[in-house]
């Protein structure tokens, strides 16, 4: 798990990289809950995002936003986060042109600049967001969504609300792509206790979803 910096739109950004074994390995870039609050890429939900896609095969980056750990720059409401996850992609890209498939996952404020960045790269063909602040933001531009999805919510969030997420997943999963929306009982915002359901639940969406990529091995020496 390489340490990588790397050119973001307002200085250099700090990551974490996993490259994936197959030489046409599909990528995925996990986004960290608010700078403001505390969030950086450490934040063991995007951690547990992270190593559910490395696991699975993945060319995989989690990374700081602007102002975070030893990124460049400051916090932009949003804005300039949203520029970060671009580069990130970007990055990725560059990485691994044989590529199979592309997804973006987000947790809290993650999920809600991995959204946006989702309507943004037609590319994105699969994405995960744990608890997005669908009461503190305005996802009606996701709608139709443009791919298939999973969103995970806990039903004790005192963060979040889990009315609004689930009016949110409901919402989504009325039109042409399948969003599927799984609530873990018990669980508040940072799913303390539930991190090992989480990650099951990661997994399995991950492998039903990734049955049609044929990967191609490259065997070490």
Not at 108 to 135: C, H, N, T, Y
Not at 176 to 191: E, N, S
């Amino acid at each position: 798990m390489p340490d990588i910096i790397f050119n973001g739109p307002d200085g250099r950004l700090e990551g974490r990289y996993t490259h994936g074994k197959a030489r046409n390995a599909p990528i995925a870039v996990v986004l960290h809950p608010h700078p403001q609050y505390g969030g950086t890429m450490n934040n063991k939900i995007t951690y547990t995002l992270f190593r559910a896609y490395a696991q699975a095969g993945f060319s995989v980056m989690r990374f700081n936003f602007r102002g975070v750990g030893r990124s460049e720059g400051y916090y932009d409401e949003g804005v300039g986060e949203l520029a970060d996850a671009a580069a990130a992609m970007d990055w990725l890209q560059l990485h691994n042109p044989d590529r199979v498939g592309c997804w973006i996952a987000g947790f809290s404020f993650g999920a809600w600049i991995g959204a946006q960045a989702l309507m943004r790269r037609p590319e994105v063909d699969g994405f995960i967001f744990v608890a997005p602040g669908a009461d503190h933001y305005d996802f009606a531009f996701l709608e139709p969504c443009p791919c298939d999805g999973l969103i995970i919510q806990g039903d004790q969030d005192d963060v979040v609300d889990p009315a609004a997420v689930g009016k949110l997943a409901e919402r989504l999963d009325r039109k042409k792509h399948d969003v599927t929306y799984k609530v873990i009982k018990g669980a508040g915002h940072f799913f303390e206790r539930e991190l090992d359901e989480l990650q099951g639940i990661v997994d399995g969406y991950i492998a039903d979803h990734t049955k049609h990529y044929n990967l191609t091995i490259e065997e070490d020496g």
